[in-house]
């Protein structure tokens, strides 16, 4: 996932979105932009995302925004919600889960 925000191009965008869409549904994970730029922060510190200049930061946030906005989109999220309630996991926050893939 980190990798992929890095270079962001090609099929990247949607491969995000479906990491996103797979950890909500396997694990009821909610994903925020500060919690997806923590969780590189401190699961992916080789990369240096604590180093980005301000410009750096602001492009990774964008991206983040926007793989989160493919992952549940208005359309698709009311869709899914309507047709799959009762069969979600549980929503947690991301600081409620231990998460070990990095």
């Given at each position: 996932?980190?990798?992929?925000?890095?270079?962001?191009e090609?099929?990247?965008?949607?491969?995000?979105?479906?990491i996103?869409?797979l950890?909500?549904?396997?694990?009821?994970?909610?994903?925020?932009?500060?919690?997806?730029?923590q969780?590189?922060?401190?699961?992916?510190?080789l990369m240096?995302?604590?180093n980005?200049?301000?410009?750096q930061?602001?492009?990774?946030?964008?991206?983040?925004?926007?793989?989160?906005?493919r992952?549940?989109?208005p359309?698709?999220?009311?869709?899914?919600?309507?047709?799959?309630a009762?069969h979600r996991?549980?929503?947690?926050?991301?600081?409620?889960?231990?998460?070990?893939f990095?």
């Amino acid at each position: 996932m980190a990798l992929k925000l890095v270079r962001y191009e090609k099929k990247d965008p949607d491969d995000c979105a479906a990491i996103i869409r797979l950890g909500f549904a396997q694990r009821g994970i909610r994903w925020t932009v500060a919690g997806l730029e923590q969780w590189i922060s401190d699961r992916c510190w080789l990369m240096g995302y604590n180093n980005y200049q301000p410009p750096q930061k602001a492009q990774l946030r964008q991206r983040i925004q926007d793989a989160i906005a493919r992952a549940f989109p208005p359309s698709l999220l009311g869709a899914h919600l309507s047709s799959s309630a009762g069969h979600r996991p549980p929503q947690r926050t991301t600081s409620e889960t231990a998460l070990y893939f990095s």
